[in-house]
């Protein structure tokens, strides 16, 4: 089994925030592709495959952080899936498919926002989906969640 592990992006930044999964278990991958893309306050980067294998388990979800050296994922060099993971696979891809229209649209919507400003609006309790972007390109500042909160 080899584990994927969130390697150092930047001198400066010990954790990333993934923004996109490009793969599921039990989907084979070469060596090379790209599975997941992740986001710094700095910088958006993908993470490639190192060998050619089947995704056993992701274990950092789409919107979750993760510090350098977590591991994202689990692949097998084999490339044989397991089927007990591949049935649990789709029996959440059925469950999914099967969901209203509204959390559909609120997966779609995922707002790109750095780790740091993530945290903090965890921590006031702010919904960032609710949040209106001030910044560049309409991206949300920490003055932004600060308003939303109130504070």
Excluded: H, Y
């Amino acid at each position: 089994m080899i584990e994927v592990c969130l390697p150092k992006l930047a001198d400066d930044v010990d954790e990333s925030l993934m923004v996109l999964w490009f793969v599921s278990v039990g989907d084979f991958v070469e060596k090379g592709a790209p599975l997941v893309e992740v986001q710094t306050e700095k910088a958006v980067s993908e993470i490639t495959a190192e060998s050619s294998g089947t995704i056993q388990e992701i274990k950092v979800k789409r919107g979750d952080s993760a510090k350098i050296g977590d591991v994202l994922a689990t692949l097998d060099p084999d490339g044989a899936a397991d089927e007990k993971i591949v049935a649990q696979d789709e029996s959440a891809a059925t469950a999914t498919n099967n969901e209203t229209d509204s959390s559909a649209q609120e997966s779609s919507s995922f707002v790109r926002v750095s780790p740091r400003l993530r945290r903090l609006a965890k921590e006031l309790g702010v919904d960032l989906d609710a949040v209106k972007g001030s910044g560049k390109n309409g991206s949300i500042t920490e003055e932004d969640i600060r308003d939303e909160s109130g504070l």
